[in-house]
Antibody
Framework: EVQLVESGGGLVQRGGSLRLSCAAS????????LTWVRQAPGKGLEWVAN????????YYVDSVKGRFTISRDNAKNSLYLQMNSLRAEDTAVYYC????????????WGQGTLVTVSS | DIQMTQSPSSVSASVGDRVTITCRAS??????LAWYQQEPGKAPKLLIY???SLQSGVPSRFSGSGSGTDFTLTISSLQPEDFATYYC?????????FGGGTKVEIK
């Protein structure tokens, strides 16, 4: 069974930094692109970033470019999101997910970790 | 960027009703569209991919159709567990984008 378990969320001041982690199991980690998706409280889904199987390609939504960095450690079956210069509008539940580069879907999803940026 | 517009934003329906949700892309995305269901307090779950392919394990009362810019998600006979929020997502190009969501509520 695929499991994606996020950690690292919490309360941080505006302008601060936070590093999210996602521990993956139940699948061959190096065969999959991975994705971060976020959801602000009471709002819809927003794609944040994608990373290719070997880390050679990364894509970001414009609103986080230059502030967030997606990375992975294939030896540890782990995905990361380094978030710097945090803003109030970054407050959200952040989900770690698999991404199918063949079919374009995002699934399955972790349970999410809440990031709250205080102003 | 490709914008995704869903309608309606909410719908009230009864168990057994047929429910249709539409999603429009701001440009041609061929069949590169997925649909997700999100129950309150839970992570989203994939229902449909490439516009009309049913994900394994998803009940056959869910179906998707469309291509180009206009797409539809249909629930043929609404069940109690289907009361949730539904999102479309374009998979044509980065940045991936979602529709605003459609909340299916109990009438």
């Amino acid at each position: 069974e695929v499991q994606l378990v996020e950690s690292g969320g919490g309360l941080v001041q505006r302008g601060g930094s936070l590093r999210l982690s996602c521990a993956a199991s139940g699948f061959t980690f190096t065969n999959y692109w991975l994705t971060w998706v976020r959801q602000a409280p009471g709002k819809g889904l927003e794609w944040v970033a994608n990373i290719k199987e070997d880390g050679s390609e990364r894509y970001y939504v414009d609103s986080v470019k230059g502030r967030f960095t997606i990375s992975r450690d294939n030896a540890k079956n782990s995905l990361y999101l380094q978030m710097n210069s945090l803003r109030a509008e970054d407050t959200a539940v952040y989900y770690c997910t698999q991404y199918s580069s063949t079919w374009g879907w995002i699934d399955p999803w972790g349970q999410g970790t809440l990031v709250t940026v205080s102003s | 960027d490709i914008q995704m517009t869903q309608s309606p934003s909410s719908v009230s329906a009864s168990v057994g009703d047929r429910v249709t949700i539409t999603c429009r892309a701001s440009q041609d995305i061929s069949s590169w569209l997925a649909w997700y269901q999100q129950e309150p307090g839970k992570a989203p779950k994939l229902l449909i991919y490439t516009a009309s392919s049913l994900q394994s394990g998803v009940p056959s009362r869910f179906s998707g159709s469309g291509s180009g810019t206009d797409f539809t998600l249909t629930i043929s006979s609404l069940q109690p567990e289907d009361f949730a929020t539904y999102y479309c997502q374009q998979a044509k190009s980065f940045p991936l984008t979602f529709g605003g969501g459609t909340k299916v509520e109990i009438k």
